[in-house]
């Protein structure tokens, strides 16, 4: 599948499923149709490195597994350097004649925003310095969801985790969200993206950008989380939506330095929109919202003025 140039719609993909039902995921779980696009991208000659997360623990319950191509559970700290290791083995094991030279093995890592913007951000780091042709993917649902609804570096401003009650003194988190992937970015690789599971073709087309640049690249996925962030799980396409509507969220790529929003939003929602369908906003005041949609405002104007034109347009409502 990495041999094609361009997905242009649903058609375009496979029909063979590589990540089978019958998981554990929670119900309204955006992660497995992640998966699900990932895997019909990449194709079986994939290798994927999951770290510690709500996707490890709930789609490899002994004696079960959803994986249809080789998948190696390491720690949350360790998935970067783990696939740094696979892909150097292959290299070696090509030089020597041991596999064909000529096939193209992906080598996927699935990390959370746990074991990315935190726990994993050294291995992360050196394994972008280094070069490895490695597509790392990670799946961000705002917490350490998994683990019991901790705060992250990726948790937004205000919002409620068990860590970060909204109360008197505490109003959630008091910190805004890491700019992760600008973070990689500043690392120079081929290719960087952000992308949004409401908007799956969008998010298809990076993958494969992703698999087929010679070096290390990085999706950077928001991953609605019905459990943690509070809504009802029928929503959570349309949670995905309201984030890319409202400007929490912007889809964007970085090619080879070339910076380019995706997908545009000629007018803006007011982020109440977005931040009142879901239970961990639900006691902000009128003046908290306004703090992030002031912060949003910030955003859009630098964004922005980084693509050279208005990709994301003013508030409409």
């Known amino acids: ?31 497995g149709t992640v998966i699900r696009h990932l895997l019909k991208i990449s194709g079986r000659d994939t290798i994927v490195v999951n770290a510690t997360n709500c996707v490890e ?47 193209r093995i992906n080598i996927v890592v699935l990390a959370g925003d746990g074991g990315t913007y935190d726990i994993g951000l050294q291995a992360l780091s050196g394994m972008l310095e280094r070069g490895h042709r490695v597509m790392y993917v990670l799946y961000d649902n705002e917490a350490y969801m998994n683990t019991g609804i901790q705060r992250s570096g990726s948790t937004p401003l205000h919002a409620w985790t068990t860590t970060t009650p909204l109360g008197k003194v505490l109003r959630g988190k008091m910190q805004p969200k890491k700019p992760i992937a600008e973070i990689v970015a500043a690392h120079r690789i081929p290719y960087v993206a952000t992308a949004n599971i409401a908007y799956p073709i969008d998010m298809d087309q990076k993958f494969l950008k992703g698999l087929q640049v010679e070096g290390p690249s990085f999706i950077h996925v928001l991953q609605p989380c019905p459990t943690g962030w509070r809504f009802d799980p029928r929503y959570g396409i349309e949670v995905g939506r309201l984030a890319v509507e409202t400007a929490m969220w912007i889809n964007w790529e970085i090619t080879m330095g070339d910076f380019k929003v995706t997908v545009r939003v000629p007018k803006r929602k007011h982020v109440k929109h977005y931040l009142r369908i879901q239970g961990r906003f639900r006691d902000l005041s009128e003046e908290e919202i306004e703090e992030i949609q002031e912060l949003i405002n910030k955003e859009v104007e630098r964004i922005n003025r980084m693509a050279g034109e208005e990709v994301i347009g003013p508030l409409a409502e």
């Not at 599948?1 to 993909?13: A, K």
């Open 57 to 103: 623990v709930s789609t490899t319950m002994y004696p079960y597994t959803s994986w249809r191509v080789p998948w190696i559970h390491v720690a949350f700290e360790n998935a970067a350097a783990v696939a740094s290791g696979i892909e150097t083995a292959l290299r070696v094991m090509a030089r020597k004649g041991l596999i064909d030279p000529n096939k």
């Open 1 to 31: 599948m990495s041999n094609v140039y361009r997905i242009r719609g649903v058609r375009d993909l496979p029909r063979e499923e590589l990540f089978a039902p019958g998981h554990g995921l929670c119900a309204g779980c955006t992660a």
